[in-house]
């Protein structure tokens, strides 16, 4: 298999930016990195992306390495050796960041959405601040803004990653609300059953009645107390209860 390799460069180290849309940085490991740096050096080359996408300009970023370049900023080196990639999609550049930090610490589906709103995305704002106001995880509330049915892991969750997620569902605010009504009335505070309840309730939107399933669950709450972390199963008992 070929494999590509990207050409490294002695770059200034005051010419390289922050992305305005990355994690920030932990001072305890800026410290313990300064600290380092006088007993072993340098011991990886960071990543940088060399790009006109942030501010229209050809400017270097750090992808990779941040804590580093921050480290050497203040011992006052002159120049690192880095990998320099060249591109002017914003896509790839998320991507590469995720794909290199989950070496150190897992990008979350939280950081992507973070990301996205730093870039001003307008459905990732929308949906982050769905999950904010509502208490909802970040992948409930991408269930119900998109539209989905099966899950966000099952059809949602790389657009969420890719930058393509869109937030249309044209009966999000019913969902929302009646998700809240039925929560609300079993004490049910769990991502799981918040998927199942979705999806039973876009499965059967036709013919649903949130009336009668709200007296549905008062009869049968006991039915729900101690059930098992299981999202096909929380359906199917909300099924038999509807019906």
């Not at 942030?54 to 580093?68: A, P, S």
């Not at 730093?118 to 601040?129: H, P, Q, R, S, V």
Request: aromatic share 8%; charged share 25%; proline share 2%.
């Amino acid at each position: 298999m070929e494999v590509f390799t990207h050409k490294i460069e002695a770059i200034p180290v005051n010419k390289i930016l922050d992305l305005p849309f990355n994690r920030n940085k932990k001072e305890e490991h800026v410290k313990k990195l300064t600290k380092s740096l006088a007993t072993v050096g340098i011991l990886r080359a960071p990543v940088l992306v060399k790009t006109r996408a942030i501010t229209g300009k050809l400017e270097l970023y750090t992808v990779d390495g941040q804590h580093l370049i921050e480290s050497l900023k203040r011992v006052g080196k002159a120049k690192v050796s880095a990998f320099v990639v060249e591109t002017d999609s914003l896509n790839e550049i998320v991507s590469m960041m995720a794909l290199l930090n989950n070496v150190q610490q897992k990008w979350t589906i939280v950081d992507y959405v973070n990301a996205y709103c730093g870039l001003g995305a307008k459905d990732y704002f929308t949906l982050k601040e769905h999950s904010i106001k509502y208490g909802f995880s970040i992948n409930v509330s991408a269930m119900i803004l998109s539209g989905n049915v099966g899950g966000i892991r099952s059809n949602g969750l790389n657009s969420i990653t890719n930058g393509s997620f869109k937030a249309g569902a044209p009966d999000s605010e019913i969902v929302t609300q009646n998700l809240i009504d039925v929560c609300s009335l079993i004490k049910a505070d769990s991502t799981k059953f918040h998927n199942a309840y979705i999806n039973f309730y876009r499965t059967n939107s036709t013919k649903y009645d949130h009336g009668k399933m709200l007296k549905k669950l008062r009869e049968n709450a006991e039915s729900f107390k101690n059930i098992p972390h299981d999202s096909g199963y929380i359906f199917d008992l909300l099924t038999r209860v509807y019906n």
